[in-house]
């Protein structure tokens, strides 16, 4: 766990929802051993659509829609979030879900490998969210920053891998997300931070046309 677990206890006890779907989710996800990104970094994915006025979200490898339902929650009632998923029965449960809480006029569900669909869309998008296998991350950079508007975030999950990639001799799929980071800190058309947050979180701001 990257950040102090007492102090990760403390901010889930004193966090609200803004909506109860979101805690039968994480139910489902703790029952299934299923990942996903947690309270906190939705409330921090909830924060930054809102914020940034946002009207189109891309999330690759959406799961059964955990972090999607935060981002699309915080969408205006004219936005929409397009969910790229490989699981048929994901994309159900998450259809499921988004219809129990009211809002499944916002969401898209694309049944599919991401690597192959994310070429195809014929728009761009205000935030882009990557949370594929991670030892695809670096495959799938390049045409995702295509689909990402100017001034648009790039989010990507888990890019601390568990507090891995400060290992000397990491693994292979570590490695990958080594060179992930190195490839988002270095490209000249992107600012990026990472939040040591969960399992790391990187913003990347795309500051040019590319």
């Known amino acids: 766990m990257i950040v102090n677990p007492d102090i990760e206890t403390y901010l889930k006890n004193i966090s609200e929802y803004p909506h109860p779907v979101l805690k039968e989710m994480e139910e489902l996800a703790e029952e299934r051993s299923f990942p996903n990104v947690g309270p906190l970094v939705g409330r921090l ?4 659509v ?3 006025h946002v009207h189109t979200v891309l999330e690759c490898g959406s ?17 929409n979030i397009t969910c790229i ?4 029965r994901n994309i159900e449960l998450g259809k499921k879900f988004f ?3 009211g809002i499944a006029h916002k969401v898209t569900f694309l ?16 935030v882009v969210m990557n949370d594929i296998d991670k030892d695809r991350y670096t495959k799938i950079l390049p045409e995702l920053l295509k689909k990402l508007r100017v001034g648009g975030m790039l989010i990507t999950d888990n890019v601390l891998w568990k507090g891995k990639v400060i290992e000397e001799n990491p693994d292979d799929r570590t490695r990958i997300i080594q060179e992930y980071n190195r490839q ?7 600012w990026t931070t990472i939040i040591p947050l969960r399992d790391g979180v990187s913003l990347s701001i ?3 046309g590319k």
């Open 85 to 88: 998923e490989y699981d048929a």
């Open 45 to 48: 994915l909830y924060a930054l």
């Open 99 to 101: 219809e129990k809480a």
């Open 206 to 208: 795309k500051l040019r």
């Open 184 to 190: 988002l800190m270095t490209e000249e058309n992107l």
């Open 111 to 126: 049944e599919g490998d991401a690597l192959e669909i994310v070429p195809t869309l014929p728009q761009t998008f205000d």
């Open 63 to 79: 799961g059964f829609g955990y972090s999607a339902l935060w981002m699309a929650l915080a969408l205006p009632e004219n936005g």
């Open 50 to 52: 809102e914020f940034g």
